[in-house]
């Protein structure tokens, strides 16, 4: 019956304790994705986005209820194991981009690769081909700081996609980046969408929302809205 | 096994590509690396080198001989000792008339003085007074010339045999033999000169003169230290000629038979073995501050580990986020360690073998190519053992909070 769902959650909760205190940032989220569904998630800050992309990528496990992702049970798994699931299910482009600032595009891009144990010739080769699709293939032994905001996210969205994932996540992917750059990144993720990827989006911005085809509104750690874009 | 590899070679690539960031630091932090490792290094070619020339030194003492003295070597009981008579010529004569194993016997008295030849002077040279069998129980030979005859003994004549050092620096251009030199303020004709030796513990061993013992006793003074070398048929004699000899000097001194010895009947192999002692001692020394140095580098290293974790964080998260497992993160930075310190070793063996270089002229050293691999190997295995609990930490990041980190 779920087969036909990439991520089931269901009555997830996140309570993370500081000291002694409790500080609940998501109180019962119940949500179903189904592969090629690109969705945006908004909210006010604090209402627990990124707490919910930590936990639909895998980095972090919910308190309570249970998180299908591709017809597995992730919600209670290992270290390990969880980071197994990363590397082979999931491709995150952050805002700070994260590359490493010492190495070049090219091996930015075959890092995970690297983890999933991919001998050196086809790490070069697949992230050649992934900087290619991003328009940068002859950026590939540029450092970060030698390349421009927008080159810097699309280093990031290759690296994000080489190891084929399921799933593509994107927390505010545009917040660092001006506007016509940032129109620039999303018709890159556009692209990829079409190309049968599915893509979860953390944004503040309405008109960046917009280009998604689900809109997912959170407000103090539950759903207030969740709605197809017409 | 494959994917290991790849590891290995990524952590590789990681480590120096994370060195070279920070060369200045990296090498300020082997700096306790480098110390332990040429200490190390250098103590083990000391010791490798002198037991190698001393090994060859000692054999000029002859391994069949036995050394009659007043004292025991490396004895300590100084007061006691200083109480024992001396030995004599007639003790001399009393072996030589009783022993049926000592195939040799030579008497060797010694002292210091100025020795000179014209306006050349050579202060502190070691004068040796003995007989003619003195070539037969060590195995001294006479370079040119001839060595002291029983003639030269019998009429205590004023002739002397120069060591070859002496000869060189009395007589850097003239033949010595015939010349007429001064021991002391006492006139000598050189007779001979003997072979080179060469050095022992960094002294020359050919700094000395040799004179007829009668003469000797004449012009120095009946020398306190006399001692009398007897050699045996072989080695395996030499346990029965030492007995033999206690028996006769214990005759000659009338020693009842519960009094202890009042003299010492010393071997070759106790010098050998007292050299290996020091050595031994000389060694847990060095040892001793190689391990001090190298935990106090170690800690070092843990140090700048454990800060080199803290700056990468985020490094962390994002490689974990990407997929990196606890022990690929672990190896990640033990590899760092193992190869920062590893770069301390090769410093380390570099400086060992100029320090090397620089003592060889009072010390004797060798550096065989082992220990260089082993000083090398030696400090990446500190730098992994200091690597652990860096390493440990920052496998067990959390991705979350590592990626949060600012
Ligand atoms: N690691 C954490 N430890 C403690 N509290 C946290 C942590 N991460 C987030 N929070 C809290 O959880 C709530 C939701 O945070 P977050 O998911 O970052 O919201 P958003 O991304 O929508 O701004 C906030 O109240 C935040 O302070
Ligand atoms: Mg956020």
């Given at each position: 019956m779920q087969n036909n769902h990439l991520i089931e959650l269901r009555d997830i909760e996140k309570i993370y304790k500081v000291g002694t205190i409790e500080v609940p940032a998501l109180r019962g989220i119940t949500m179903l994705v189904r592969p090629n569904e690109y969705l945006a998630i908004m909210g006010p800050s604090g209402s627990g986005k990124s707490t919910l992309m930590n936990l639909i990528g895998c980095l972090d496990t919910p308190t309570k209820g249970t998180y299908t992702l591709a017809g597995e049970?992730?919600?209670?798994?290992s270290d390990n194991r969880l980071a197994e699931i990363r590397n082979r299910r999931i491709g995150f482009v952050f805002q700070t981009f994260n590359?490493?600032?010492?190495?070049?595009a090219l091996h930015n891009v075959e890092l995970p690769l690297v983890y999933a144990g991919k001998p050196i010739g086809i790490r070069r080769q697949k992230a050649r081909e992934a900087l290619a699709a991003v328009g940068l293939a002859d950026r590939t032994h540029h450092r970060p700081n030698e390349l421009s905001g927008g080159q810097r996210q699309r280093v990031a969205i290759a690296r994000a996609l080489i190891n084929n994932p399921s799933l593509i996540l994107a927390?505010?992917?545009?917040?660092?980046?001006?506007s016509v750059t940032g129109e620039e990144i999303m018709a890159v993720l556009d692209e990829i969408h079409r190309q049968g990827n599915t893509i979860i989006l953390v944004t503040h911005e309405e008109y960046i929302a917009r280009k998604a085809k689900r809109i997912v509104r959170l407000l103090d750690g539950l759903i207030e809205k969740d709605d197809y874009v017409s | 096994m494959f994917r290991f590899i790849v590891e290995i070679l990524e952590g590789l690539r990681i480590a120096f590509r994370a060195l070279r960031a920070n060369k200045v630091r990296s090498v300020l932090t082997t700096l306790g690396i480098i110390i332990g490792v040429t200490t190390v290094i250098l103590m083990t070619c000391i010791i490798l080198g002198l037991n190698k020339s001393v090994a060859g030194q000692f054999a000029f003492l002859g391994s069949n001989t036995v050394y009659v003295n007043k004292f025991e070597w490396f004895s300590h009981n100084w007061r006691e000792m200083m109480k024992r008579p001396d030995i004599t010529l007639e003790h001399m004569r009393r072996i030589e008339e009783?022993?049926?194993?000592?195939?040799a016997v030579s008497p060797w008295a010694e002292t210091q003085r100025t020795v000179g030849f014209r306006e050349r002077k050579l202060s502190r040279v070691d004068v040796g007074g003995t007989n003619e069998n003195y070539i037969l129980t060590n195995p001294a030979r006479p370079e040119i010339g001839r060595f002291i005859t029983a003639a030269d003994v019998q009429h205590n004549r004023h002739v002397c045999v120069l060591g070859y050092e002496v000869a060189q620096r009395l007589f850097p251009q003239q033949n010595p033999l015939g010349q007429r030199i001064k021991i002391g303020s006492i006139p000598f004709r050189v007779v001979g000169v003997q072979e080179r030796i060469g050095k022992l513990l960094g002294q020359s061993m050919d700094n000395y003169v040799m004179v007829p013992i009668g003469t000797f006793m004449k012009e120095?003074?009946?020398?306190?230290w006399m001692s009398i070398i007897v050699k045996a048929s072989g080695p395996q004699e030499v346990e029965n000629l030492v007995y033999e000899l206690r028996g006769i000097l214990r005759r000659a001194r009338h020693l009842g038979p519960l009094e202890p010895d009042d003299f010492g009947v010393n071997q070759q192999s106790s010098l050998m073995n007292a050299f290996l002692r020091i050595m031994g001692g000389v060694y847990l020394g060095g040892f001793l501050i190689a391990v001090i140095s190298l935990v106090v580098g170690g800690i070092g290293i843990m140090n700048i580990m454990l800060v080199s974790v803290t700056e990468r964080t985020q490094e962390v998260g994002l490689r974990k986020a990407l997929g990196a497992k606890r022990w690929m993160i672990g190896w990640q930075f033990l590899i760092e360690s193992a190869v920062l310190c590893s770069i301390g070793g090769v410093l380390g063996v570099g400086f060992a073998f100029l320090g090397a270089k620089g003592v060889n002229g009072f010390l004797p050293t060798t550096m065989p190519p082992w220990v260089v691999g082993f000083g090398v190997i030696f400090a990446a295995v500190v730098g992994l053992f200091f690597g652990i609990y860096p390493a440990m930490k920052a496998a067990r990041l959390r991705p979350i909070e590592a990626l949060r980190y600012e």
């Open positions: 049970d992730v919600s209670r798994l590359l490493l600032p010492r190495a070049n927390d505010e992917p545009t917040g660092n980046l001006d | 009783e022993s049926e194993l000592a195939v120095f003074g009946r020398h306190h």
